[in-house]
């Protein structure tokens, strides 16, 4: 009595196995293409903004505009591999290399560029061309 019950609920077709891998490919598909989207509208982009981020690390030098991650304008006085100085205009501060960015050139700093090594030098304003 039973058998003949087991019989009638096998499934039709279960002679091969590739009937079980074409399903279980065409379940994963979705997931896979979800990782190929995530990729190249998430990771990717994130990827070159970092790489662009640390170029423009190493490109630092003395005298250059930056904007902390704070917000702040300065101006670059002192440099080694880790540690930054910047002149904020009323205060100078040390910060790490890596929360700074550099000033967007259609912006002016607001911090002008002093010359000279006195303390009551003259202060140079940059033009809007960069030369002073």
């Known amino acids: 009595m039973f058998s003949s019950i087991a019989h009638a609920m096998a499934p039709a077709g279960t002679g091969g196995a590739e009937g079980g891998t074409a ?5 994963f598909m979705p997931i896979v293409l979800i990782i190929i989207v995530f990729y190249f509208l998430l990771i990717r982009p994130q990827q070159k903004r970092a790489k662009q981020h640390r170029e423009m690390l190493a490109a630092l030098k003395k005298g250059d505009a930056v904007i902390t991650s704070a917000g702040m304008y300065g101006r670059i006085l002192e440099m080694d591999s880790e540690n930054v100085l910047v ?5 100078k501060a ?7 960015n550099v000033m967007p050139a259609n912006q002016k700093c ?20 960069g030369e002073a």
């Open 23 to 27: 399903a279980m490919l065409s379940s």
């Open 87 to 91: 002149d904020f205009g009323e205060f």
């Open 94 to 100: 040390h910060m790490l290399r890596s929360s700074l």
């Open 110 to 129: 607001p911090v002008p560029l002093k010359k000279g090594k006195k303390k009551d030098a003259p202060v140079v304003e940059e033009s809007e061309d």
